[in-house]
Structure formats: structure tokens, C-alpha cells
């Protein structure tokens, strides 16, 4: 038994067993496989930015990361490179000052960069580039090393962690969850829950949620691609890349390498289990870097990863909320594109809602109920 059950070892189950130990409360983490085996682990590095992002939420997040190694005794690889959203075109020109504006009204500096103090920063950038918003508080984190960094926290803090240890079910007694079934060494397992289940568990959590209680989430599944570029000088780019209208994301990794991703996808291979590399997306994911940066246009595909599976939702926000029939239940899912730089102030958020009862302010707006008329 233990008071709350949380699902799921990635960012957000590991940041929330942290904040619950710390209030004192009982808290076991169960995860299929190993932490850090899904979406919050992989290859390079995430990026850590507020530039179009959810600005409310990332104003607090910009004040936990620098310092959230000393906080919870661990590697995150944080470096605040600054971010640089990209712009070749003159109608991506045109809405870039409202951007801006917006963005300083919410707490984020930005600015808009013209070609020339543009060069300033990034002088191997092709000629076609006109102009940039820059964000110079965005940075990025070792993903792999935060989330294994956290879950030692919340051990420490007093968490049992439960390693491959993957969740079918559940029981209720009414409109509350009462047990969940893990396979823990091989036998499944009910495990009494005290006051709540957090459900975190990514790619798992529409198929349980559908199956347990009937309730269907407008999300799915898919497999972002992500690459390194085997570099045989320095990176030729210093600050974390963005573009207003290529399917892309460059970053500098610490080994030297540059990381290529930003939105193309690899596809489900039913005979090997996970999601693998398509010839052409890797090819078109590479293009895009060389019309940025044609100084990448020698360098060999290093590395090319598609195997940790994200959710998406239809509006490509993520959905935190209780269910009917769950009432005790929190579920967080859909965070690709949103998730990680957030995460230590929205599992924080999330961490406050489960002790108090009471629905952040900056969490409404990931509401199931936005979907209903």
C-alpha cells in the first residue's frame, strides 16, 4: 500500500514523488522499464526555452533551472545558450514584433534582431536568414541525466522507486481507485492506493485510460526523430536554433557533435517493437540544418534515434485533469513539444493541486473539459 502511486519514471512522475517526499507524504513511483527509458531520456540534449512556448508557465520555470542541480544534488547539464528563432521570409518578418511584444509582456526578454547584429551572434548563418527573435534566457538540459538526477532525489527525499514494473489495471470502489495492478518481478501485483494515483506514463496512459474507464483522449502517438551531425571542427553555431517556417531545431551538443531535430518523425515497426529512421526524413531533417548553417553540408549523419514513442493531443496542448469515474486519479499526457522545459513548474503545479485539492490558476487551461462544448 502506500498512500500516492504515481505512474510513470520520466520527468514529470520523477519531479512529483520529489515534491510529494518533501511535503512529507508517501509516495511509490512504478515504471514499466527503467528511468528515463521514454520520452524524457534519448539522445543530446532538450531545449530549455520560452520563445512561443507557454509564457506564464515558462517565467517560472526560468527561476528553477539554473539552480535545480544544488536543489536536488544531481547532473542536469543545464546552459543557458540562448535561443534564436530563425526568420528567411518577409511574411514571418511581418508578425515577428508582435511576438516580441507579447513575449516582454509576459516576463520573457526578447528581441528582434535585424541581419546584422544577427551576424554578430551567429556569423556562419546563410544570407538568406534576414532577422531573429532572440530569446537570451532559453538554454538547454541533459534530459537523460535531470530525470535519473531527480528520481536519486526523490529516493533520497524518501520515494520507493519500482523499476520494471509495468501497470494493467486498476480497481475501484465507487467513483475512486482503490488498487493498481503492476507486474512486479514477474507477478502481477494489486498495490492498495491510500488518497491518489498520478498517472505520468506517456504512451501508455490513453490505451488505460480507455480500457479502465472508458474515458477516450483526443491524442496519439508518434516517433520524433532526432540526430547528431558527426562535426570535424566547432559546431558552427553557439546558441540553441529555431526557425519561423523549416521543420527545425539545431543545438550544440557539449561532445562536440550537432544535434538536428525539430519536428520530423520516424515510423512503428511492428516486427522490431519501436519506432525506426525513414531515409527521407533523415535526409530532409539534414537539408534543412545545411540552408541554415551551410557549413554542415560535409558532415556525416552520426547518430539518427526514433525510438521514444510522445503524445501528441489533437490541439497540441498537453491535458492535466481528474476523470469521472477516477475521481482520485491526476492524469498529465500529450506534452510533446511543451513538456520538458516546463516540467519542474508544472509537476510542481501538479504536486500542489494533488496535497491541496485546488486546481492551479496556471493549469486551467490544460483541461479535459476544453474539448466538450
Known amino acids: 500500500m502506500a498512500d500516492y502511486v504515481i505512474v510513470g519514471g520520466g520527468i514529470y512522475g520523477c519531479t512529483v514523488a520529489w515534491e510529494l517526499a518533501k511535503a512529507g507524504e508517501e509516495a511509490l513511483l512504478l515504471e514499466a522499464n527503467v528511468i528515463a527509458s521514454g520520452a524524457s531520456g534519448g539522445l543530446g540534449e532538450r531545449g530549455v526555452r520560452a520563445n512561443g512556448r507557454e509564457l506564464p508557465l515558462m517565467r517560472l520555470a526560468y527561476d528553477i533551472w539554473p539552480d535545480l ?97 509495468p501497470v494493467s489495471g486498476l480497481r475501484r470502489h465507487g467513483n475512486s481507485v482503490v488498487s493498481i495492478r503492476a507486474a512486479i518481478d514477474g507477478v502481477d501485483t494489486d498495490i492498495e492506493v491510500g488518497k491518489q494515483v498520478i498517472l ?116 497540441g496542448i498537453p491535458i492535466i485533469d481528474y476523470f469521472p469515474g477516477a475521481a482520485n486519479m491526476l492524469v498529465g499526457v500529450g506534452w510533446s513539444g511543451h513538456g520538458w522545459a516546463i516540467a519542474p513548474a508544472v509537476a510542481t503545479l501538479m504536486a500542489d493541486w494533488v496535497l491541496n485539492g485546488e486546481r492551479p490558476g496556471l493549469l486551467r487551461a490544460f483541461g479535459y473539459g476544453r474539448f466538450s462544448k
Open 69 to 165: 542541480h544544488e536543489q536536488i544534488g544531481g547532473y542536469t547539464g543545464y546552459r543557458r545558450l540562448g535561443h534564436l528563432h530563425m526568420i528567411e521570409r518577409e511574411v514571418d518578418l511581418a508578425g515577428a514584433p508582435a511576438q516580441v511584444w507579447v513575449q516582454n509582456q509576459q516576463g520573457i526578454e526578447s528581441h528582434l534582431l535585424d541581419a546584422g547584429h544577427l551576424r554578430e551572434l551567429e556569423p556562419q548563418l546563410s544570407e538568406n536568414v534576414i532577422g531573429a527573435i532572440h530569446c537570451p534566457k532559453d538554454g538547454v538540459a541533459d534530459h537523460s541525466a535531470t530525470t535519473r538526477a531527480m528520481a536519486n532525489a526523490a529516493r533520497q527525499a524518501g520515494t520507493r522507486i519500482i523499476e520494471n514494473a
Open 200 to 315: 505520468l506514463s506517456n504512451a501508455h496512459v490513453a490505451g488505460f485510460l480507455r480500457d479502465n474507464i472508458g474515458i477516450e483522449l483526443p491524442v496519439w502517438r508518434m516517433w520524433p526523430q532526432v540526430m547528431a551531425l558527426a562535426v570535424d571542427m566547432p559546431p558552427p553555431m553557439t546558441h540553441l536554433i529555431g526557425h519561423a517556417h523549416r521543420t527545425l531545431a539545431i543545438k550544440p551538443l557539449p561532445d562536440g557533435r550537432v544535434m538536428v531535430s525539430g519536428g520530423w518523425r520516424g515510423r512503428w515497426d511492428e516486427r522490431a517493437g519501436c519506432g525506426q529512421p525513414v531515409a527521407q526524413q533523415v535526409e530532409g531533417n539534414r537539408l534543412a540544418a545545411v540552408a541554415v548553417y551551410p557549413a554542415l553540408a560535409d558532415l556525416a549523419v552520426d547518430e539518427v534515434f526514433t525510438d521514444r514513442a510522445e503524445m501528441i493531443s489533437v490541439d
